[in-house]
C-alpha cells in the first residue's frame, strides 16, 4: 500500500480495507473533480465501506495534504469530505463514525488550506475562488449544526490566518500573558485548541515555551476573529466577510496607529478608524 498519496494522521480503525479496495479509493480520489458524478462516485464507496471508516478517512485526509495538488482537485476532496458529514447519519454501519474522525483531522486540513490560500504563487482570483467556496461550506457546516459553532469558527480562523497575525506580541497580551511563554501550561492550550479547532502538531517540538506561545495566539486569533463574525452575522448591514473581516478585527486590536495591507489607517474601508 502507499507510495502515492499523502498518508493521514488518522490511525485506521474499524474494519481495514483489503488491498484492492484501498487501491481502488486511492483512484477514485486522485481522479476526483468537481463534477458531481466523480464525487458521488467515491460517496458511494465511502458508505459502502463505512466500516471501515478509519481507512477511508485516512485515505482522504492524505489526499487533502498533498501540497502539489491543484486547487480545484482540494476543493473536490473537501466537497466529499461536506457529502461524508452530510451523510454521516445514514443507516449504514460505522458511517456515525465519519463525523468522530474527521473531526480529528479537519483542523490539520484547514490548516494545510490556509499554507495553500496564502502561497503567495496563488494568482489573485483562485485565491478569492478559493476563500469564497471555503468560507460558502463553512456556513453550511454551521447551518446543519454538525459541529460546535466555535470549533467551526476556529477551522475557519485557522483557513483566514495571514502569516503575520501571529508575529505581534498583541494576541498574547489579550491572554494576559507576557515574555516567553514559559509560565504557559502546553498541555492545557492543546485541549483548548482541540475544542476550537486549532491545528498543533505534538510531535514536532520547537521547544515548550516557544509552541505554547504560538498556540496560545492562535487560540486568541480565533477568539478574536469568533467575536468579529458574530457581530457581523447579527449586523444588518453588509458587513466584511473573510480576510476583510479578520484584517478589520485585527487592525483594531492592533490600535488605530495600524495600517491595513493595502495601506489605509485601521484596516476600514476609505482609511476609517
Given at each position: 500500500r502507499g507510495g502515492g498519496l499523502a498518508s493521514g494522521s488518522v490511525q485506521g480503525q474499524g474494519r481495514p480495507l483489503s488491498d484492492g479496495a484501498y487501491d481502488e479509493f486511492e483512484g477514485l480520489l486522485r481522479t476526483i473533480t468537481l463534477g458531481r458524478k466523480k464525487i458521488q462516485e467515491c460517496?458511494?464507496?465511502?458508505?459502502?465501506?463505512?466500516?471501515?471508516?478509519?481507512d477511508v478517512v485516512e485515505l482522504l485526509e492524505g489526499s487533502l495534504l498533498v501540497k502539489e495538488t491543484p486547487v480545484n482537485v482540494k476543493l473536490a476532496r473537501l466537497y466529499l469530505v461536506s457529502d461524508l458529514l452530510h451523510n454521516s447519519s445514514a443507516?449504514?454501519?460505522?458511517?456515525?463514525?465519519?463525523?468522530?474522525?474527521?473531526?480529528?483531522?479537519?483542523?490539520?486540513v484547514f490548516d494545510h488550506l490556509n499554507?495553500?490560500?496564502?502561497?503567495?504563487?496563488?494568482?489573485?482570483?483562485?485565491?478569492g475562488n478559493l476563500e469564497d467556496k471555503v468560507l460558502d461550506l463553512l456556513d453550511v457546516w454551521?447551518?446543519?449544526?454538525?459541529?460546535?459553532?466555535?470549533f467551526l469558527h476556529g477551522l475557519e480562523a485557522s483557513f483566514l490566518r495571514r502569516n503575520a497575525d501571529l508575529e505581534s506580541?498583541?494576541?498574547?497580551?489579550?491572554?494576559?500573558?507576557?515574555?516567553?511563554?514559559?509560565?504557559?501550561?502546553?498541555?492545557?492550550?492543546r485541549r483548548q485548541a482541540r475544542r476550537c479547532g486549532v491545528y498543533?502538531?505534538?510531535?514536532?517540538?520547537?521547544?515548550?515555551?516557544?509552541?505554547?506561545?504560538?498556540?496560545?495566539?492562535?487560540?486568541?486569533?480565533?477568539?478574536?476573529?469568533?467575536?468579529?463574525?458574530?457581530?457581523?452575522?447579527?449586523?444588518?448591514?453588509?458587513?466584511?466577510?473573510?480576510?476583510?473581516?479578520?484584517?478589520?478585527?485585527?487592525?483594531?486590536?492592533?490600535?488605530?496607529?495600524?495600517?491595513?495591507?493595502?495601506?489605509?489607517?485601521g484596516g476600514l474601508p476609505g482609511g476609517g478608524a
Open positions: 460517496m458511494g464507496f465511502a458508505l459502502d465501506y463505512a466500516d471501515c471508516f478509519g443507516p449504514v454501519r460505522g458511517a456515525t463514525m465519519y463525523r468522530t474522525k474527521l473531526e480529528e483531522c479537519l483542523p490539520k499554507a495553500t490560500l496564502r502561497n503567495p504563487n496563488l494568482g489573485r482570483m483562485t485565491a454551521c447551518g446543519w449544526s454538525i459541529y460546535p459553532a466555535n506580541d498583541h494576541l498574547a497580551i489579550l491572554k494576559g500573558v507576557t515574555g516567553d511563554g514559559s509560565s504557559l501550561d502546553l498541555e492545557d492550550l498543533f502538531d505534538a510531535k514536532a517540538s520547537k521547544g515548550e515555551s516557544e509552541d505554547a506561545l504560538k498556540l496560545l495566539k492562535k487560540i486568541a486569533l480565533v477568539e478574536v476573529y469568533e467575536r468579529a463574525k458574530v457581530m457581523a452575522d447579527s449586523s444588518q448591514t453588509d458587513a466584511p466577510r473573510g480576510t476583510a473581516l479578520l484584517a478589520q478585527c485585527m487592525a483594531s486590536l492592533l490600535g488605530p496607529t495600524a495600517t491595513s495591507p493595502a495601506g489605509l489607517p
